[in-house]
């Protein structure tokens, strides 16, 4: 946690300073990039009283939308400004430009946040509540940064711009021209991106979800270091699965349900420390208790025994030793023995056999004193351990607790999910840290798939009630799906993982990079005749992408892994979207508008034919005015 939380104060740096130059250098100047930027700020400020208000921490997952508002929030600030000096290079004045870039580009402005917004609300709905939790901060903090580019945005512009300094507009990079050799073949275009796309969606089969936890950590932290040598050398987690049971018999024959499993290693408790045989030892700890009550407090003096019979003895014993297999080593002690008591004179010896004699006496005697003090026939209870002990697997209400420890590595999923359905075989009420990470790791990705599929529909709703048209709508959704494909499918390819960190990039991506869609689809119904993307649309598209990507980018130097591949994910997922927006689409509505054209000039000559069969004398007229225009031209032109 602290890893992560030191990471993305790092992207959080790195995000801003990197969306400021993108700006700078799209727009060609910086004083609308520092407007646009200051006012983000603002936007900020408001998102942070609203996740205080509303949920009022972060989690290890809902950080992340600090860096989701410098990323996606400054992108209305971008169509915006990118509108208002395009009006203001064909001579319009501040308060004209103010007004037509609101007119024009707030509708897609405002139909692109609230798509966004509805994927992360969409999260919000879900059971797993680090993920709900991203969904209500980030859902929130989108509609105010937007709010804030769309409300206090033109006010700063039009205090600044009202002066001299106002007459000087940059000139911003031209994307356009970038994309006009491609707008000239739009069919080649259109099929060379759908040649691709199913190229690299070809990689899907190769994509997988991975549950470990650990492979989303640090490198270097110790605690991950430390438990990666506890399964490579234990073979055995710090991570145990609890059961409580009621009764002590209960426990114990739980225990041995629990050690006949395969998964599991050991079964730590304290019930089987206290005997269960204490009517049976009974009759024997009180006669031993007897025989041992009348103990002297020294050993007597014993007699010893003569020299030529101990070495008779000894003779004999080394004898029967060196008979026995493995018993060499013994019979070569017992012949040093002889050959020091022959060396030493009879007094001598005398003396260091009564010195032995008495030594072994006396230790024999302690410990029977021992034995007698522990010969208690009242059998041990739980109030004879430690209380530290006891506390740990005995409640106050008596039921005790088994602490049942893996075998192998279960943060390996498969490993993790034998281990869990085994113990919960014999406990189904089991819990514990590994079923715990069990629940919460099929939660999560159940929470993450829910929130993509509920952002889809309400997206593909709201576009609808924007375009009012089922053509249009999907005409914008439509990088979005090619770019998604293309995004899972170079993940596979890679060897990119799905995993509990960067699963949430799949929606965020559904609600971040359908915004350029929307925004040139709507350039598409404002400019009439075959389709060529505008300046501003192609300039905002690109620079508002390239803020989006960096802002994500930056959780790539992260060293928390997960956040890493988060930033892994959001970058190809929004860079793939911005190419097929800029390259594909345009391609596409040209196709279209093209076949538009051509239908309604047929339908224009079927109305000229019927018109002269019907008036001869105004063929020539109709001619001459009707068949170079259209239908579309003819209304205009009235």
């Not at 101990?310 to 013994?330: F, I, N, V």
């Not at 709508?473 to 293309?486: D, E, I, R, T, V």
């Amino acid at each position: 946690m602290r890893t992560s939380q030191q990471s993305m104060m790092w992207a959080s740096g790195l995000s801003l300073a990197a969306v400021i130059v993108v700006i700078i250098a799209g727009f060609g100047g910086v004083r609308h990039a520092l407007m646009a930027n200051g006012v983000l700020v603002i936007g900020m400020a408001w998102a942070f009283a609203w996740a205080t208000a509303s949920v009022g921490h972060l989690n290890i997952l809902s950080v992340t939308f600090t860096v989701t508002m410098i990323g996606v929030g400054i992108d209305y600030g971008t169509y915006y400004i990118g509108r208002y000096l395009e009006m203001r290079r064909r001579g319009l004045s501040c308060e004209d430009a103010l007004l037509d870039a609101s007119a024009r580009v707030g509708p897609g402005i405002l139909t692109g946040a609230i798509t966004t917004a509805v994927a992360f609300f969409c999260a919000a709905l879900t059971s797993f509540v680090g993920v709900a939790e991203l969904g209500m901060i980030a859902g929130g903090g989108i509609l105010l940064c937007c709010a804030a580019e769309l409300l206090v945005l033109p006010a700063v512009v039009a205090l600044v711009d009202r002066g001299p300094r106002g007459d000087r507009i940059p000139t911003p990079v031209p994307v356009h021209e970038w994309l006009a050799p491609l707008t000239r073949h739009p069919r080649f275009v259109a099929l060379a991106a759908m040649a691709a796309t199913m190229a690299v969606a070809s990689g899907f089969h190769e994509l997988d979800y991975d549950h470990n936890l650990l492979n989303l950590q640090a490198e270097g932290l110790e605690s991950v270091a430390v438990e990666k040598k506890l399964l490579a050398e234990c073979d055995q987690s710090v991570w145990y699965a609890l059961s409580i049971a009621d009764s002590r018999e209960e426990l114990l024959a739980r225990k041995e349900q629990l050690t006949k499993l395969a998964t599991v290693e050991r079964v730590d408790e304290i019930a089987s420390l206290l005997p269960v045989d204490e009517e049976l030892k009974r009759p024997l700890i009180e006669r031993i208790r007897g025989r041992l009550a009348g103990l002297p407090e020294r050993p007597p003096e014993i007699p010893i025994d003569q020299l030529d019979g101990l070495g008779e003895t000894l003779a004999w014993a080394q004898g029967e030793a060196a008979k026995r297999p493995g018993g060499l080593r013994t019979a070569w002690h017992l012949e040093r023995a002889r050959e020091t008591l022959r060396r030493l004179a009879p007094n001598e010896c005398f003396q260091s056999l009564a010195a032995f004699q008495q030594q072994s006496a006396g230790d024999l005697l302690t410990r029977l004193h021992a034995l007698s003090a522990v010969a208690d026939p009242n059998p041990p209870k739980l109030d004879d351990l430690p209380p530290s002990l006891v506390d740990r697997f005995v409640g106050q209400n008596g039921r005790h607790l088994l602490k049942i420890y893996g075998r192998g590595d279960i943060w390996n999923f498969a490993s993790l999910e034998r281990f869990v359905k085994e113990v919960r075989s014999v406990d189904p009420r089991a819990t514990g840290n590994p079923l715990q990470a069990y629940e919460a790791s099929l939660e999560m990705k159940r929470s993450y798939e829910q929130a993509a599929i509920y952002s889809l529909v309400v997206i593909l709703a709201v576009l609808w009630l924007d375009f009012r048209s089922i053509t249009n709508s999907l005409l914008a959704a439509l990088p979005l799906a090619l770019g998604m494909a293309q995004t899972l499918g170079l993940m596979g390819l890679v060897g990119i993982d799905l995993n509990p960190a960067n699963l949430i990039g799949i929606p965020l991506i559904l609600g971040i990079a359908v915004d350029y869609g929307v925004h040139i689809v709507h350039d598409s119904l404002e400019r009439p005749g075959p389709y060529r993307i505008s300046a501003s649309t192609a300039n905002s598209v690109l620079v508002d992408a390239l803020t989006t990507i960096l802002g994500f980018g930056a959780l790539m130097v992260a060293s928390h892994k997960g956040l890493e591949s988060l930033g892994r994910v959001l970058t190809i997922g929004v860079t793939t979207c911005t190419l097929t927006s800029l390259i594909f689409l345009p391609a596409v509505l040209a196709l279209v508008r093209s076949g538009r054209a051509a239908d309604d000039e047929a339908d224009d000559a079927q109305a000229i034919d019927a018109d002269a069969d019907a008036h001869p004398s105004d063929d020539a007229a109709a001619d001459a005015v009707t068949v170079p225009f259209g239908k579309a031209h003819i209304r205009r032109a009235a």
